[in-house]
């Protein structure tokens, strides 16, 4: 894959795409260097082919050290694994928020909307 950097792409929307075959940091890298990023999974759609556990902590790891991504749309996403403070922290930097069903778990919504305050 050629870097974001070397390119003029800032915003990649995906429709019912399996990921599951790009390493973790590849695609953590990519979508930090987008503003734009957005991505959509259907119910019917296979769970291997959503985010790995190390693919979302990956991704949440190298957004909380990148401040580009503007915008975030997931859908259907377990984001369990990610760590409270990360996810607060990188989706309150965000100007738009969309998780459309993803699993969020009560410390972490506790901690989103105590930084939010």
């Not at 991505?39 to 902590?57: A, G, H, P, T």
């Amino acid at each position: 894959l050629v870097s974001l950097q070397q390119t003029r792409l800032t915003c990649l929307c995906l429709d019912k795409c399996d990921l599951s075959a790009l390493s973790a940091q590849l695609l953590a890298t990519c979508l930090a260097g987008l503003t734009t990023f957005k991505l959509k999974v259907n119910f019917e759609y296979r769970q291997e082919e959503r985010f790995s556990d190390d693919q979302i902590c990956a991704i949440f790891e190298e957004l909380s050290e990148s401040f580009k991504l503007q915008n975030l749309h997931l859908r259907l996403c377990d984001l369990f694994p990610v760590p409270p403070s990360t996810l607060a922290m990188v989706l309150s930097r965000l100007a738009m928020a969309d998780l459309y069903w993803c699993l969020l778990s009560p410390g972490q919504v506790l901690t989103l909307f105590t930084r939010l305050q």
